[in-house]
């Protein structure tokens, strides 16, 4: 069994930097990345690992200020969060799949991962 615990939220300024963690302590996974959920709206795969590859995958709405990356050994994913804004107040979460490898692992299927933490909260204030 798969178990993601999520870390790192927190209520920051808009320009502000964040770094989430999201350590496993169940199997390696394939593909790991990062889906957000605000208040009201449907969930938006933010980052997505294929770590088999190296390759990464990040939506478009935070290319360039949100940097995926993996420590192995504490088996441990990383979002770098960078020029926080407001619309990116959300509740951030660490999914993973065993399954799915490849361009499956990319942003907007980071939704689908059958494995995920419980989540951590990112308050962004102007």
């Known amino acids: 069994t798969q178990v993601l615990q999520e870390s790192g939220g927190g209520s920051v300024q808009a320009g502000d930097s964040l770094r989430l963690s999201c350590g496993n302590s169940g199997p390696n996974w394939y593909c790991v990345g990062w889906f957000r959920q605000a208040p009201g709206k449907e969930p938006e795969g933010v980052a997505g690992?294929?770590?088999?590859?190296?390759?990464?995958f990040y939506a478009d709405s935070v290319k360039g200020r949100f940097i995926i990356s993996q420590d192995n050994a504490p088996n441990t994913v990383y979002l770098q969060m960078s020029a926080l804004q407001p619309e990116d107040t959300a509740t951030y979460y660490c999914?993973?799949?065993?399954?799915?490898?490849?361009?499956?692992?990319?942003?907007?299927?980071?939704?689908?991962?059958?494995?995920r933490g419980q989540g951590t909260q990112v308050i962004v204030s102007s």
């Open positions: 690992f294929d770590t088999a590859s190296g390759i990464k």
């Open positions: 999914a993973a799949s065993r399954t799915l490898y490849g361009n499956n692992c990319r942003a907007s299927k980071v939704i689908e991962f059958i494995s």
